[in-house]
C-alpha cells in the first residue's frame, strides 16, 4: 500500500511532443505529490508538485494532472525539447512526514 | 531556492577502508536530512532519517554499523560508510526540507570501492 507505481520506464517523443508520464497509489493518506527531475550523476531536482484539493497544476510547460477519485496523476511535459531528456521521478508523502515513497522512474528521451 | 550541497562528488577508495560524505544545506536550516542510495538505472532507496542532535532513523535492512550518520549541527549531515566493501559502490544522494514539504536533494556522491 506504501508503493507508487509509476509507468513507462521509458519513453521516447520527438520534439515539439508532448511527454506523459502516469503514476498511481493506493495510501489514501497520501497528500503530496512532487515530480523529480534527474539528469545523470546528479540529484534529483524538484519540478512541480500537487495537493489532492486541486485537480492540475501548471508551471511553464510542465503540468500536474490529478484524479483523486481513481489515485492517479500525471505529469505533462508540452513541447518536449532535447534538453527534457532525463529521468523523472513521481513521489508522495503524507501529512507530518518529509519521508517521499518514490516512483520506479521514467526515461524520457526526447529526439532532435 | 533552497540549495543542498553534497561533497564530494565521486569518491574511489580500497576495499576495508572508510569514507565519509557531507551534507550542507546552505541557505538554510535543516533539522531533518535524508540519506537516500541510487542503483544505475533504479530509483531511490531511502536509507535513513538524520534529526539534528539525536540519532538517525535507519529503514527496514539498512546496517546502522555500517552506514553511520552524524547530524552534528542544523546544517550539517555526514554519512560514513565503514569498511567499504565492493558492493557498497553506488550513488549515494541527501536531501533537505527548508519549509513546508518540498525537499531539495544534493548533487549526489558517486563512491566506487575496489
Known amino acids: 500500500q506504501q508503493q507508487v507505481k509509476q509507468s513507462p520506464q521509458s519513453l521516447i517523443v520527438q520534439k515539439g511532443g508532448i511527454s506523459i508520464i502516469n503514476c498511481a497509489y493506493e495510501n489514501t493518506a497520501f497528500d503530496y505529490f512532487p515530480w523529480y527531475q534527474q539528469f545523470p550523476g546528479k540529484g534529483p531536482a524538484l519540478l512541480i508538485a500537487?495537493?489532492?484539493?486541486?485537480s492540475e497544476k501548471k508551471e511553464g510547460r510542465f503540468t500536474i494532472s490529478f484524479n483523486k477519485s481513481a489515485k492517479q496523476f500525471s505529469l505533462h511535459i508540452m513541447d518536449s525539447q532535447p534538453g527534457d531528456s532525463a529521468t523523472y521521478f513521481c513521489?508522495?508523502?503524507?501529512?507530518?512526514?518529509?519521508?517521499?515513497?518514490f516512483g520506479t522512474g521514467t526515461r524520457l528521451k526526447v529526439l532532435a | 531556492g533552497a540549495v543542498v550541497s553534497q561533497h564530494p562528488s565521486w569518491v574511489i577508495c580500497k576495499s576495508g577502508t572508510s569514507v565519509k560524505i557531507e551534507c550542507r544545506s546552505l541557505d538554510f536550516q535543516a533539522t531533518t536530512m535524508f540519506w537516500y542510495r541510487q542503483f544505475p538505472k533504479q530509483s531511490l532507496m531511502l536509507m535513513a532519517t538524520?534529526?539534528?542532535?539525536?540519532?538517525?532513523?535507519?529503514e527496514q535492512g539498512v546496517e546502522k554499523d555500517k552506514f553511520l550518520i552524524n547530524h552534528a549541527s542544523l546544517t550539517l549531515s555526514t554519512l560514513t560508510v565503514t569498511s567499504a566493501h565492493p558492493e557498497d559502490s553506488s550513488f549515494y544522494i541527501c536531501s533537505a526540507s527548508r519549509t513546508g514539504r518540498k525537499l531539495f536533494f544534493g548533487s549526489g556522491t558517486q563512491l566506487s570501492v575496489l
Open positions: 500537487i495537493r489532492p484539493d486541486v
Open positions: 513521489a508522495a508523502s503524507t501529512s507530518g512526514t518529509y519521508k517521499y515513497i
Open positions: 538524520s534529526n539534528e542532535g539525536s540519532k538517525a532513523t535507519y
